[in-house]
């Protein structure tokens, strides 16, 4: 299925009306299962460049997330972002990839292609769909990542770029925002620290199975107002 979403359709994700106000998008265009967007939602973000640790972690998270019904969001980019697509659909979860340009510039990337399955995949971008990518794009890209998701886990952080802004982001509209701390941090994990003292919470591991305690997260942000029941006072206002 594919298509065009205009905010006056009653399948408009109204989390976004009530998160980002005039700053939704006007239109979102969208290819694959559209229905994933009414399901339980948990996104992820981190370096492109990410270390062997932030990839093992990350796709350990999003095997958890994917396994216990929930569908994993994230930007398609390289690293972290494409790990987290990957780690849910090989355990048979879903997935939604938000992109940063047009859908007609999207292809199914290398890593994906052994594991994708159109029926629990779905694309969509804010962008017209011969838009082309560019810096801008892919950092307004990180608004939609954010207000889609029901909580935000962060794996490697910069101390600015992408992933320091779609943190920032969940901070200020209040969105759950947890962050992976190990020991031996990756120079580009040099953002974590910072967004834990600004309000983050630490994504523990588990002494006792060696994995993140993901579901500890899941069952905490199951209890937070649905996405279509978000309180307009945290807005977000992107002048």
Not at 110 to 123: A, I, P
Not at 128 to 150: E, F, K, P
Not at 166 to 186: G, Q, R, S
């Amino acid at each position: 299925m594919n298509g065009v979403l205009l905010q006056a359709d009653s399948r408009y994700p109204k989390r976004l009306l009530s998160l980002l106000g005039k700053n939704a998008p006007n239109e979102l265009h969208f290819e694959g299962n559209l229905s994933l967007l009414d399901n339980k939602t948990v996104g992820f973000c981190g370096s492109r460049a990410a270390s062997e640790r932030g990839l093992e972690t990350v796709e350990d998270c999003a095997d958890q997330a994917a396994r216990l019904g929930w569908v994993v969001i994230s930007g398609n980019a390289n690293g972290i972002d494409l790990r987290a697509h990957y780690a849910a659909l090989k355990s048979g979860g879903n997935t939604i990839l938000v992109l940063p340009e047009g859908l007609d510039h999207f292809r199914i990337k290398r890593d994906l292609k052994t594991v994708w399955d159109g029926s629990r995949v779905l694309m969509i971008s804010q962008f017209s769909n011969d838009a082309s990518w560019q810096v801008y794009r892919a950092m307004v890209r990180n608004h939609l990542i954010v207000a889609l998701s029901q909580a935000m886990i962060v794996i490697e952080a910069g101390e600015k770029g992408g992933t320091m802004n779609a943190a920032m982001t969940a901070l200020n509209l209040k969105i759950p925002l947890y962050v992976a701390a190990y020991n031996e941090m990756h120079s580009h994990a040099s953002g974590n620290e910072y967004l834990v003292k600004s309000g983050a919470r630490i994504l523990f591991k588990s002494r006792k199975t060696g994995r993140a305690k993901i579901s500890d997260i899941l069952d905490e942000i199951s209890t937070v107002a649905p996405q279509s029941d978000v309180s307009s006072e945290s807005q977000l206002n992107l002048m």
